[in-house]
């Protein structure tokens, strides 16, 4: 989620809540068209993806954190929000935040669900991150809840050159668990959380600066992802800018490390630290600005999930999934969307 003005974030907001509405008088509440109806274009923003059973879940921005869910990746229903109403502690730390929830990201670890999220306002890097837990994502479980785990890291303009958006959890073979999160401003960091908590290990944290790009006005890079693959982790980023419809030029970069911590460097040997990273996906007919990823190992093949801005449908952000294909020396390509 990049730093613009209110304007064109109101407009990809307004867009999916009008395509929700035509979803419930669809009738798609079991997860799949009828057969008599095409699948529609799925908003979202910002998503999320994990499987649970016989369904993805899909996590987007919006009020409360969208949740979606699909058997076949083509057809979303709407599950609800995780939550009705914002902890007070959100609106207390981000004095300009609207209740529009940012870039979720969700894990399973020791047996529950661990759901991030960005608190934000545009243009201000005074930006929280906080955490729910739940132990189930099907809804009619009667152990279905998401509590609030409160604040986890946060940014203030007059203290920090990071921005607080944007989380990602990652860990390696070894048990470190490790919060990836930035957006503009100094870059993409990241520092060790407790898996058992979710929270930092330490407050002040000690972070880890692993992708910038200083050579290039605003330094816009954001919506890190770290991807597992063939012994190495791939750091998926998103460079330039979303949220302007068509406009947008948005795309998703990547680089790759032995080490979860980096340093990553692009196909190029460039460290993501200096600037690098291998385009993946970028804006091509009427696929404008795809970016902020997410990838999911799902059986034998990968997924790469993502959203763009439909030219078909006025610019409105909707949802891609795509197969990831693997070139022969394991740099990853996108492969055509499945919807």
């Not at 509440?29 to 008599?36: L, T, W």
């Not at 939550?83 to 929830?101: A, H, I, M, N």
């Not at 009427?286 to 997924?303: C, F, K, T």
Request: one cysteine or more; glycine letters at 10%.
């Amino acid at each position: 989620m990049s730093e613009l003005t209110a304007e064109p974030y109101l407009w990809f907001v307004k867009a999916p809540i009008i395509s929700f509405a035509l979803f419930v008088v669809l009738g798609t509440a079991a997860g799949a068209a009828p057969a008599d109806v095409p699948a529609i274009p799925t908003p979202a923003h910002d998503p999320a993806i994990i499987k649970e059973g016989d369904w993805y879940y899909l996590f987007t921005t919006g009020p409360g954190v969208t949740i979606q869910r699909s058997r076949d990746l083509v057809s979303w229903a709407i599950v609800g929000s995780a939550f009705r109403t914002l902890p007070e502690w959100t609106y207390k730390e981000v004095p300009r935040f609207d209740g529009t929830v940012w870039a979720p990201d969700i894990s399973f670890v020791n047996g529950h669900y661990l759901l991030y999220y960005a608190v934000s306002s545009f243009g201000s890097n005074q930006s929280c991150i906080g955490l729910a837990t739940n132990a189930t994502l099907d809804p009619t479980r009667p152990e279905y809840r998401w509590e609030d785990e409160g604040k986890v890291i946060g940014s203030l303009p007059w203290k920090h050159d990071w921005n607080a958006i944007d989380p990602n959890l990652a860990w390696d073979d070894d048990g470190h668990y490790y919060l990836v999160f930035g957006s503009f401003w100094d870059g993409i960091k990241m520092t060790a959380v407790d898996p058992d908590t979710g929270k930092l290990l330490k407050d002040p944290p000690d972070l880890i600066s692993v992708a910038r790009r200083t050579s290039v006005p605003d330094d816009p890079i954001e919506a890190p992802f770290v991807f597992r693959h063939a012994g190495l982790y791939y750091l998926f980023v998103s460079f330039d800018f979303c949220c302007r419809g068509v406009r947008s030029d948005y795309k998703i970069a990547v680089g790759r490390s032995p080490s979860l911590t980096g340093p990553y460097v692009d196909r190029n040997g460039i460290l993501m630290s200096e600037g690098g990273g291998t385009i993946v996906l970028q804006s091509y007919d009427d696929v404008h600005g795809p970016g902020h990823n997410a990838a999911l190992h799902d059986g034998p093949r990968d997924l790469l999930v993502h959203h763009m801005y439909d030219g078909t449908r006025g610019g409105m952000a909707v949802l891609q999934v795509r197969p990831i294909i693997w070139t022969a020396n394991g740099w990853p390509q996108a492969g055509p969307p499945l919807n």
